[in-house]
């Protein structure tokens, strides 16, 4: 069964798109198959895959106007079994452009699951990268996903937006998507020597208990160099510290799934 998977966290560079990018190379690493969906008008996963994100026609815009069909839109990375729908910046628009449409926050939903050719069949997980903010990018990617991963940086007022992350998790989910669910809390950015880290692993862990995850992202200037060559850090180089976390990160991620769905 493919899982939709949103990484959402309305706070700007708090390490969605690194954990995007690292997360899916670590899966398909280990053998899944992996689609990324670049939601994002900033386009940073598709640049961090070493994509176009100026590709005028095979782009996520053209797909949520419906000018492209979906099996059209997906992109192969230069990773076995991981292929992209990469963003272009037309997508800023698309909420002034949509604006009579009462339906468009289902758009995405639609498209996904109107798959009449199984496009999608053969992923494992789809995971959309999320923009930082809650506007109607972020809400079509909730409606359509099933579950959501929040990275959550490790310093001061990290956990400030989170009950607003909350409560709008709780709206989508009274009306639009019922079955949504957080699947994870993952801590990024930290940093052993710096107290604050440690004080919000802490915090985190009292507030949403073993939702948060065992495994925490370090602070590794690796995971900002890798983009510019275009690759995920885990393939750029796969010994460093940052590498190493994001790797231990894939298997519990599934580790965590198996005994949750075991239970
Ligand atoms: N663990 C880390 N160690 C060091 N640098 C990191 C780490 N994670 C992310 N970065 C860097 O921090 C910056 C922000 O990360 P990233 O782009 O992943 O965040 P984001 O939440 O997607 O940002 P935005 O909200 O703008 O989309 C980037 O320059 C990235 O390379
Ligand atoms: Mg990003």
Do not use: W
């Amino acid at each position: 069964m493919t899982k939709i998977i949103s990484v959402i966290n309305q706070k700007g560079g708090v390490g969605k798109t690194t954990t995007v990018i690292n997360l899916a190379a670590s899966l398909s690493i280990m053998g899944q198959y992996n689609l990324v969906i670049d939601l994002d008008p900033q386009g940073n996963a598709t640049t961090g895959f070493g994509k176009n994100n100026n590709d005028e026609v095979n782009n996520i815009y053209n797909l949520l106007i419906k000018k492209i069909s979906l099996r059209d839109s997906i992109q192969k990375t230069n990773i076995e079994n991981l292929d992209i729908i990469g963003s272009h910046v037309n997508l800023s628009g698309l909420e002034v452009e949509t604006a009579s449409d009462s339906k468009r926050a289902f758009t995405l939903k639609e498209i996904l699951f109107d798959d009449k050719n199984s496009t999608l069949q053969k992923y494992d997980n789809i995971f959309i990268d999320c923009p930082p903010s809650l506007s109607l990018l972020t809400i079509m990617s909730l409606v359509a996903s099933d579950e959501l991963l929040v990275p959550l940086q490790t310093e001061f007022f990290a956990l400030e937006g989170i009950t607003q992350l909350v409560k709008t998790i709780d709206r989508i989910k009274e009306n639009l998507n019922p079955s949504l669910s957080i699947r994870g809390i993952l801590l990024t950015m930290f940093d052993k020597r710096n107290k604050l880290s440690s004080e919000v692993d802490r915090e985190a862990r009292n507030y949403f208990k073993d939702k948060v995850y065992q495994t925490v992202i370090q602070r590794n200037v690796r995971l900002s160099e890798a983009p510019s060559h275009g690759l995920p850090c885990v393939i750029y180089d796969k010994n460093c510290a940052g590498s190493k976390s994001y790797l231990n990160f894939a298997e519990e991620f599934l580790k965590k799934n198996n005994i949750e769905s075991a239970a």
